[in-house]
Nanobody, 125 residues
């Protein structure tokens, strides 16, 4: 059973914008933290951003701060990543992640227990 389902990936020109989303499914699955990571072939999974679902707070990687905004809808168990001023280097498969418990926003993949299948974002002219 997929607990995290991403959607919204696609092809965008450099400088463009795209919003991807992640839905947490399952009646009792209600994570306190959700995060985005991304990965390109041959590279390790890279932290992008994380958000507290029931409190104020967000964490961003330096590479995306000021261009990306992470947004949550706690009542619908949805999380979005609004990406502006996209660069070719942002091309990757973007994964949604959540820990099984706790409220700590981590930038380390090993701190997350649930992962979506990913949505591909391609930035190209």
């Amino acid at each position: 059973q997929d607990r995290l389902i991403e959607s919204g990936g696609g092809l965008v020109p450099p400088g463009g914008s795209l919003t991807i989303s992640c839905a947490a499914s399952g009646g009792t699955f209600n994570p306190a933290v959700m995060a985005w990571f991304r990965q390109t072939p041959g590279k390790e999974r890279e932290f992008v951003a994380a958000i507290a679902m029931f409190n104020e707070g967000a964490l961003y990687a330096d590479s995306v701060r000021g261009r990306f905004t992470i947004i949550r809808d706690k009542t619908q168990k949805l999380m979005y990543l609004q990406m502006n001023y996209l660069k070719v280097d942002d091309t990757a498969v973007y994964y949604c992640a959540a820990p099984s418990f706790g409220t700590h926003m981590s930038d380390r993949p090993m701190q997350y227990d649930y992962w979506g299948r990913g949505t591909r974002v391609t930035v190209s002219s």
